[in-house]
């Protein structure tokens, strides 16, 4: 079944190193020169002739191969010199502008879980292999590199998503909602997930919300009230006021590119017995491939942990209203949002974590559609300073990370958290604003929080 992510790929020959995660943090600012990241570049300007065996292999290794591999993601495989050799121009250029691996957080910004960068030595010994003749050498040479650990969810407990497969036919976008029976009879708090879209040709998003058991029969009627498997529901699970969007509790989400697997220990999101969990799927009926879809989200599991945790969406709620114009023509069209979140937390997670005191945020994704070109999020300090979260200067819609902070950020009261997105709208002769279709746009954060210790 064609992916969204296979079509842009095979359509803008982007070919190359589409590692999606990487537990081992590459910092090119501590790379002593002349080494790759992982030891098996030669990144010295070719002193030695660079060969395939001995210096691409381990790269693609370690940055493609679980993408370009049988059964991964990528419409091809890079798998053997040959592969390789037939794509050497489109693949080493690819690297160079940037496009690849498609990381897209800006160096400089800070350290991640799962940063897939290359360094400039790894791009270099490419380039240098590419100048050179792009010769095999000899298979002799290969060393394996140090292996990409993937995020991945340690276990899975429980399993929820569609019943029965489902084809959406609203056109060009259609927003449905399925309400999922929550089977635990005892408090539970999720500590990973992990979303598998069941058809990626049409599926935009996914977002899990929990209906606190006062809350159920209210979701069920909803979705009796419409014929077929769940009911319609754009702007959120609840209606399509602002504030409905926001402060809907959410459980977890996934976008193209996105992968979350355990979530930071010592933490989860409450869940009590006789919940609901409303499933928001966004289908992009113009992609379709003709087939159903039948997500499935996964979850771990515990009875109890030492701090409960929240996902927090951050975006001014004024735009959802209709004050976030993007004018027809324009390729700089910036809107921009901060706010102390420590005095509207207690709203924002229906008082799951109290107002006034410090916040630890431990991850934040990004999201925009297909116009938006640069996502910028910040803490603006009480004394003047500012910290950088994310800083994703060519935004992709097809690869929207979760990106985990090797080290958690608190934020204090009187702090700001800053979200800020600009958009491209060159190729569109109509203005655009927030909203739900596909070619509409967003600008809106996703953080994992909880109370600071």
């Known amino acids: 079944m064609p992916s969204a992510r296979r079509l842009v790929l095979i359509s803008t020959a982007l070919v190359f190193a589409c590692s999606p995660a990487d537990e081992e943090q590459q910092d090119s600012g501590t790379e002593a020169s002349g080494d790759s990241a992982d030891g098996s570049g030669t990144g010295d300007g070719g002193a030695a002739e660079a060969t395939y065996h001995r210096d691409v292999r381990p790269l693609l290794e370690r940055h493609c191969n679980a993408c370009h591999a049988d059964g991964g993601i990528a419409p091809f495989t890079l798998g053997s010199y040959d592969e390789v050799y037939e794509l050497r121009e489109s693949l080493v250029a690819s690297v160079q502008a940037g496009l690849m691996p498609p990381w897209g957080m800006e160096a400089g910004c800070g350290t991640y879980v799962g940063d897939s960068s290359m360094v400039p030595e790894d791009r270099a010994t490419l380039q240098a292999w590419l100048d050179q003749g792009a010769v095999e050498g000899d298979a002799a040479d290969f060393i394996a590199p140090t292996p990409i650990a993937l995020p991945e969810l340690s276990r899975t407990d429980l399993t929820l998503g569609l019943a029965e497969p489902y084809l959406p036919t609203q056109m060009p976008d259609e927003y449905r909602c399925f309400v999922l029976d929550w089977p635990e009879t005892e408090t539970a708090f999720v500590t990973g997930f992990e979303v598998d879209p ?59 590119g996105a992968r979350v697997g355990d979530l930071p220990e010592g933490t989860g999101l409450r869940i009590d017995p006789g919940s609901k969990i409303v499933l928001q799927m966004h289908y992009n009926t113009l992609a379709s491939d003709g087939e159903p879809d039948q997500t499935q989200i996964r979850y771990r599991l515990e009875s109890q942990v030492e701090r409960e945790a929240v996902m927090l969406p951050w975006a001014d709620p004024s735009w959802l209203a209709g004050s976030m114009p993007i004018p027809a023509g324009t390729d700089d069209t910036v809107h921009s949002f901060s706010m102390d979140p420590t005095t509207i937390i207690g709203l924002l997670t229906n008082d799951s974590i109290a107002d006034g005191q410090p916040l630890e945020f431990f991850s934040a994704i990004h999201h925009m559609h297909k116009r938006g070109s640069r996502g910028l999020q910040t803490i603006e300090r009480l004394d003047g300073s500012s910290e950088c979260l994310v800083d994703v200067p060519r935004y992709d819609y097809d690869w929207q990370h979760s990106y985990r902070y090797t080290e958690s950020k608190v934020v204090n009261p009187g702090d700001l958290l800053r979200l800020e997105c600009q958009w491209d709208n060159t190729t569109n002769d109509a203005a655009v604003n927030w909203g739900d279709g596909t070619n509409d746009e967003m600008c809106l954060g996703i953080h994992y929080v909880a109370a600071a210790r």
């Open 198 to 256: 069941g058809n990626v040709s049409i599926a935009h998003h996914a977002i899990a919300y929990i209906a606190a058991p006062e809350e159920a029969e209210a979701y069920e009627q909803r979705d009796a009230d419409e014929p077929g498997p769940g009911y319609t529901c754009f702007g959120g699970p609840a209606g399509s006021q602002p504030l409905d969007f926001i402060t809907s509790r959410w459980l977890g989400a996934w976008a193209p």
